[in-house]
């Protein structure tokens, strides 16, 4: 006789593992977020009409938007972990340390889903993400 699985091995099966697809998920959930409210802020007369076409390849001008999309969300995601990471300071009175400093100092030279996984083993470490 099988066991049916319970809720919490359904929970962890949809859940990422790794730190780097808990990041990635949560920069794509941002993501998603931002772009509703981008559609939900822009007047029906000023929003691009669907067309029937079949899509074309992507160029170069049409990937644009992606990348800012990716980087708006990972500045977003960034934000956040400063924000967790200063109230976990307020709350413990310590202080940043070398190496998270330095993880942070390089994601803002170039932001990227690497230099942000790299911020987040740091507050993941100290438990400070809840997802």
């Known amino acids: ?18 730190l780097s697809d808990r990041v990635r998920a949560r920069v ?17 007369t000023q929003r691009p009409r669907k067309s029937s076409r ?4 992507l160029t170069a001008s049409s990937q644009a938007p992606e990348v800012a999309r990716e980087a708006r969300s990972l500045r977003r995601v960034f934000t956040e972990f ?3 990471h200063r109230q976990y300071r307020l709350r413990t009175g310590q202080h940043t340390s070398p190496a998270l400093r330095e993880a942070a100092q390089t994601f803002k030279r ?7 996984v790299a911020v987040a083993a740091f507050l993941d470490e100290d438990g400070l993400l809840e997802w």
């Open 1 to 18: 006789m099988a066991q049916s699985p319970s809720p919490s091995d359904s929970i962890s099966a949809e859940r990422p593992q790794s």
């Open 54 to 57: 079949v899509p074309t390849l």
């Open 28 to 44: 794509t959930e941002v993501g998603l977020t931002l772009d509703e409210r981008a559609r939900a802020a822009r007047p029906k």
């Open 110 to 116: 170039a932001p990227s889903l690497t230099s942000l």
């Open 82 to 84: 400063g924000d967790a």
